[in-house]
Structures are given as C-alpha cells and as structure tokens.
C-alpha cells in the first residue's frame, strides 16, 4: 500500500501480506531508529511506546521528525556559584544559551557551544530526510545527556503550527522547557504577538514550560508572565540583524516588571552587545548568527562567554552615577600648587 511519509509517496508492506503494518514496520523500511525520531499519524503525535501496535492504512500520512542545528547539562563553566540563573525549577550556571543553526558542519557547532560554556542549546524540528536515513544527526555531536535540548518554533507562522512543532518535539526527546516563537513575516521575522499569546495558552494548558520570544513591548512581556510563561524573550533587534540592543530602555522596564527571568534573545552582533544585555539586568541571553557568522565562530563564542559573565559582574557591581560634568579622581587637599 501507499502511504506518504515527510510529504513523499512510500509503498509499505508486502504484497498479499496479511498482517497489519505498524509505524515500527515503516520506519525499519525506511531504516530509521524508533528511538531517534518523533512521528505524527495523521496529524495525531503517536507516543513511542506505541509505534509497534499504531497500524497505518492506505493514504495515511506521516511527519517523522528528528532535531536539526537551527537533562540538565553537566558543562564545565565558569561563574559565581552563588550566582545561578534558575528556569522553571532547573538552575544553570552559565547565562548564555546558544543556538546550533548556520554552522558549516557538526563538528564546527560542537566545538563552538564547547568555547560558549552555554549549557542550554536550542533545537528546531525539522523531517528526517527519508532518502539518506544514515546521515549525521546533531544528537552525535551535540549530546542531549550533557547539554539541555531548547526545542523552538523557529519558521511557524500560526499557533496551531507552533504547538504540533512542540509536540513533536516532547514526544522526540521528552523535553517540556521549550521556547516559543510565531513569526509574522518572512522578512523581518517580527513576532506575532496575538499568535504567540493563542500558542502559549495552548501549551501551557499542555503542561509545557515555556519561554517566550516576544516583542521589546512591556505590557506584552506582562501579559505573557501572568498566563504563566517560565522566562521572557524581548528581542534586541530583528533576528540575525547583529544590530545590538537597539531599545535599552524598554528592556530595563521589562525586566524591573518581571519576577520570572528576562533574556535577550534575538539581534546581538559582538560581545559588546551581549555584555550592554547584561548590564541592563537581563538574566541571559540567547544567540545563534553571531557566534555561528563569524569569521572564526569558536573565538566568538569565548569572546561571548566572557562577556556575558563581564556584563552581569557589572550588573551586581552597580555602575557610577553618569553626570553632566567632570569630577576629579585624585583628591585636592595637599596640592603643593
């Protein structure tokens, strides 16, 4: 029979075969690992446990899904142990999270995220490509058992979209700390901040914990907190621009309103910009294009680890009145002159 798998025709089975083909049977056609992917039958996430009995009729259509580059870490960092950035029960101890998209290859992302000293990573769900089923995975390089698998919403335009991408995501690596993005055009990839309020709704009352990429808006950052999102996105400036905080003040409002913790996430270009996101308060911040578009990736990624834990000190520090005229360093009394 025919069925399509990840938008392709696929012929299961055996001719004149009586039994019933189960996704197990399917995948094992296909030569993928039940233990490596997350399927949707029909537009219903089947959970792994029951691949071996879901039975799949003629017509049926099936997404198999896997992480692409786009528990709890054990990663060496560095950093004040008294100084732990905690997220929906989890505490970590380095307040860079990065993404793993754009790298030329595996080995780049893994020898980068190593430098960031990030312990959180996001992921996108993206098709198996069912053609080469042997291809590398992130999974080989990137290890889920060291580093905390972020799944994100990245390219989802609509709620419903968002929440199947999730979905899939839970049933793939477990994960319920997710962060949510839902985007509103495809060329400055603005938030949709009505879609994303109607998505996290929809997950929430799934039992994810969410974190949320928003608008630099504060009612829309407060609005998000009180529905019971775990952290809050703002961006800094649209994605991949590498423009830097272009909003300092909003992101200080947002994050003296909120007693969950705030991130920049989105338009950081170097590490001053990373390090000007720490002094405003924020609780981290989140980056791919700028670490993974640099001419040498895994320098940056240093150079970005250093500068968020020099932008937080700063923060605890507390900087120096600014004022409108000078002020003497060295004392006056005793001048000979």
């Not at 008294?82 to 970590?92: K, S, V």
């Not at 698998?149 to 390219?155: F, S």
């Not at 009612?219 to 952290?231: I, K």
């Not at 520090?317 to 002159?337: I, V």
Request: with cysteine; glycine share 8%; proline share 5%.
């Amino acid at each position: 029979m025919n069925i399509m798998v990840n938008g392709e025709t696929v012929t299961v089975g055996q001719p004149g075969e009586m039994s019933p083909v189960t996704l197990v049977d399917v995948l094992r056609q296909l030569q993928l690992d039940p233990a490596r992917v997350a399927v949707e039958h029909n537009l219903e996430v089947v959970p792994r446990q029951m691949f071996p009995s879901a039975a799949v009729q003629e017509g049926d259509r099936l997404e198999v899904v896997h992480f692409i580059g786009g528990g709890s870490g054990g990663v060496e960092t560095e950093g004040d142990e008294t100084d732990l950035l905690h997220l929906a029960g989890r505490t970590f101890r380095s307040r860079l999270l990065v993404g793993t998209g754009k790298y030329r290859d595996f080995a780049e992302t893994a020898a980068a995220i190593e430098a960031s000293g990030a312990e959180i990573v996001t992921v996108a769900v993206r098709r198996v490509n069912i053609s080469d089923p042997r291809a590398p995975m992130l999974t080989d390089y990137v290890d889920p058992r060291r580093y905390t698998y972020l799944p994100n919403t990245a390219g989802c335009y609509t709620a419903e979209d968002a929440v199947r991408t999730l979905r899939l995501a839970r049933e793939a690596g477990g994960w319920n700390l997710v962060k949510l993005e839902v985007l509103s055009d495809e060329k400055y990839l603005w938030p949709n901040n009505q879609e994303t309020v109607r998505a996290a709704e929809m997950l929430i009352r799934d039992g994810f914990d969410v974190m949320v990429y928003t608008t630099d808006d504060p009612h829309t950052c407060r609005l998000l907190e009180s529905m019971g999102c775990v952290a809050i996105m703002p961006l800094a400036a649209p994605i991949g621009s590498g423009l830097g905080v272009r909003n300092p003040f909003t992101i200080r409002m947002i994050v003296e309103q909120a007693k969950v913790p705030v991130l920049v996430d989105a338009g950081v270009g170097t590490a001053s910009d990373a390090a000007i996101a720490m002094e405003l308060g924020c609780d981290g911040v989140l980056m791919n294009t700028a670490i993974a578009s640099a001419s040498d990736p895994v320098r940056m990624a240093t150079a970005m680890r250093l500068a968020i834990q020099a932008g937080r000190l700063a923060y605890r520090a507390g900087r120096m009145p600014r004022k409108a005229f000078a002020s003497a360093s060295s004392p006056l009394d005793g001048t000979f002159f």
